[in-house]
């Protein structure tokens, strides 16, 4: 069946220091990809998405290109704040199987130090 | 800004006991969804929910749970008879479309089984 697996957490970074959370996935189709992102307090809000090959997520700063020759939708940002502490879910949709529910990975909580 | 509520936001409950878990997805959604996090796993589907009846649902949704919409605002999951094993956090969310769509989710019903 389809899986998602992301690196685990916590990662904790300097403000404005890179970040890089890698997602790699196995699909049975052609899935369309997702990150979520849970701030404290709150429930999951979808950060950006992908739907096919080479496509480019962007939102808020955060970016993640859908590379279909290696599974994998990692999750970038240039300069992180502190604002960006949250968990973060990398996700797929696959349509091709006939299942359009959402299968998560299990998160990796960004911790940002001022 | 609209959103899905969720109550409660933490329910303490004896193994064999029943539970209802409420929410109150966004007004003009047609799509309903449960998700369940145990501490530390991934983020599981339960199952989906349109036009008053289940969609989609995933092996975990066995017997022992299910789903209704008593009237034009909630979106209810009950557990008939709790195990210690379902003690998680309970992930409401709705959509306006199904597919390659946005989900939006409530903050979460924690629940554990004593």
């Known amino acids: 069946g389809d899986s998602v697996t992301q690196m685990e957490g916590p990662v904790t970074l300097s403000e404005e220091a890179f970040l890089t959370i890698n997602c790699t996935y196995t699909a049975t189709g052609y899935p369309s990809l997702f990150w979520y992102v849970q701030y404290p307090g709150e429930g999951l809000q979808l950060l950006l998405k992908a739907t096919k090959a080479d496509d480019k997520g962007s939102n808020k700063g955060f970016e993640a290109t859908y590379r279909k020759e290696t599974t994998s939708f990692h999750l970038e940002k240039g300069s992180v704040q502190v604002s960006d502490s949250a968990v973060y879910f990398c996700a797929l949709s696959d349509l091709g199987t006939g299942r359009r529910a959402l299968t998560f990975g299990s998160g990796t909580r960004l911790q940002v130090q001022p | 800004e609209p959103e899905v509520t969720q109550t409660p936001s933490h329910q303490v409950t004896q193994m064999g006991q029943e539970v209802i878990l409420r929410c109150v997805p966004i007004s003009n959604h047609l799509y309903f969804y449960w998700y369940r996090q145990i501490l530390g796993q991934k983020v599981e589907f339960l199952v989906s929910?349109?036009?008053?009846?289940?969609?989609?649902k995933s092996e975990i949704f066995d017997d022992q749970f299910s789903v209704e919409r008593p009237d034009g605002s909630n979106f209810t999951l009950k557990i008939r008879s709790t195990k210690l094993e379902d003690s998680a956090m309970y992930f409401c969310?709705?959509?306006?479309?199904?597919?390659?769509?946005?989900?939006?989710f409530g903050e979460g019903s924690r629940l554990t089984v004593l």
């Open positions: 969310a709705s959509s306006n479309r199904q597919g390659v769509g946005e989900l939006f």
């Open positions: 929910f349109y036009n008053n009846e289940i969609s989609e």
